[in-house]
């Protein structure tokens, strides 16, 4: 069973659309929730993280929280051709120790 | 914000050759450095945990005589590919964290290998 879960996609939005990705994860001792976009052929970059229950905003980037039900989302607001990626969720139980990554979820925004 | 640096970025060389891989922090003193492989249209698999002056953590299934690592410094980690073969051409992938742990793992650029 797989300890992070994404949909493999892809997803498919309008430019200018909410692009919505989501994740779910298994380890209730879980603490610390990551997203990274990765283009291909190239390695993660980390765009947002969150340890609290909640959302956190950052530009056109939201991360939700839900701890109970064991769920992260990434909102991409005014999604642009350029958020075209695999945005990975990785999940762990400190900051900076070992992740686990879900499949990723490949985002295609079309113009 | 943090960065890591990888080195060589491309490698293409014979089968039956050893490759070092070179990881560095360039900006805050990594405690703990991740490899990760990468097959084509594959999530990232985890191979091994390196702690700065201790021996690495491998996962299960990774052959730690064939990868081998060292973390001999707080800023700098090798990944060694011991006589390659074509099934060990993948994406390699290092990541850090600093010494306390708050930092969130920043991944270096990779190292595409490709073994002839």
């Known amino acids: 069973q797989k300890e992070v879960e994404q949909n493999s996609g892809p997803l498919s939005v309008p430019e200018g659309a909410i692009a919505s990705l989501n994740c779910t994860y298994s380890?209730?001792?879980?603490?610390?929730f990551f997203w990274y976009r990765q283009y291909s052929g190239k390695s993660p970059e980390l765009i947002m993280f969150?340890?609290?229950?909640g959302d956190k905003e950052d530009g056109r980037f939201t991360a939700q929280l839900n701890k109970a039900s064991q769920y992260v989302s990434l909102l991409i607001r005014d999604s642009q051709p350029s958020d075209s990626a695999t945005y990975l969720c990785?999940?762990?139980?400190?900051?900076?120790?070992?992740?686990?990554f879900g499949g990723g979820t490949r985002l295609m925004v079309k113009p | 914000g943090a960065v890591v640096s990888q080195h060589p970025s491309w490698v293409i060389c014979k089968s039956g050759t050893s490759v070092k891989i070179e990881c560095r922090s360039l900006d805050f003193q990594a405690t703990t450095m991740f490899w990760y492989r990468q097959f084509p249209k594959q999530s990232l698999m985890l191979m091994a945990t390196?702690?700065?002056?201790?021996?690495?953590?491998?996962e299960q299934g990774v052959e730690k005589d064939k990868f081998l690592i060292n973390h001999a410094s707080l800023t700098l980690s090798t990944l060694t590919v011991t006589s390659a073969h074509p099934e060990d051409s993948s994406f390699y992938i290092c990541s850090a964290s600093d010494r306390l742990g708050n930092q969130p793992q920043h991944f270096g650029d990779g190292t595409r290998l490709s073994i002839l």
């Open positions: 969150i340890y609290s229950n």
């Open positions: 380890d209730r001792g879980s603490q610390s």
């Open positions: 990785a999940v762990g139980r400190d900051a900076g120790n070992m992740l686990t």
């Open positions: 390196s702690n700065e002056g201790s021996k690495a953590t491998y």
